[in-house]
């Protein structure tokens, strides 16, 4: 079972933040490693995945949480 | 690969030439079969809303209302820029049938593979 880490993105969007955080946070943990990301905004659902694809990672899930945020499952694959 | 044709849509009630062109050329191309999207940034963020085309009409074009129905009824989707939503306010709860809100991340894997894009300056 691959080890978890977690980012807690806030309320981060496309244009404030979430594509520099999430980019730094995946490179800092082990290829094979699975990134969860928390985030608000609703945008995220389509966004964070596709950036993850085109940084050569697997997207493993996309959920919605019981308080309305996303969590959406990458794993580091480079 | 992408297939999709992204129409770039950067208005809305402020130039309602600029708003509807994008979607007269999409929805040329969602009749013919194509994957089309449009894609709405800045103030053509609005168009995507429930209620967000009403009134918009330009001189020998089409009411916008009408075209985005007959767009989005041929299969067409129309993307909200998020990082221009979110200032304005606008959540999912507000948005037309057919609209969704995307980050940028979205639009260039799809032109990463090789989806083609159109815009009206």
Known sequence: MAEVHELDAGDLGCGTGLPRAFADRIRSIPVGHVLRTVVSDSAAR??????ARMMGHRVQAIEDAPDGRLVITVERAK | ?????????????????????????????????????VVCTIEGVWVGT?????GIEAPGLPPLASLYDEF???GGTVWLCGACTKPRGITDEALA??????GAAKVVEEIVNGAKSVSFA
């Open chain 1, 46 to 51: 389509e966004d964070l995945p596709a950036l």
């Open chain 2, 1 to 37: 690969m992408s297939d999709k044709i992204l129409f770039i849509c950067t208005h809305g009630r402020d130039d309602a030439e600029r708003a509807t062109l994008p979607f007269v050329a999409a929805n040329v191309a969602a009749t013919a079969g194509q994957e089309a999207v």
């Open chain 2, 50 to 54: 429930e209620g967000g085309t009403s």
């Open chain 2, 72 to 74: 989005v009824g041929n």
């Open chain 2, 97 to 102: 049938k057919g609209a969704t809100i995307v």
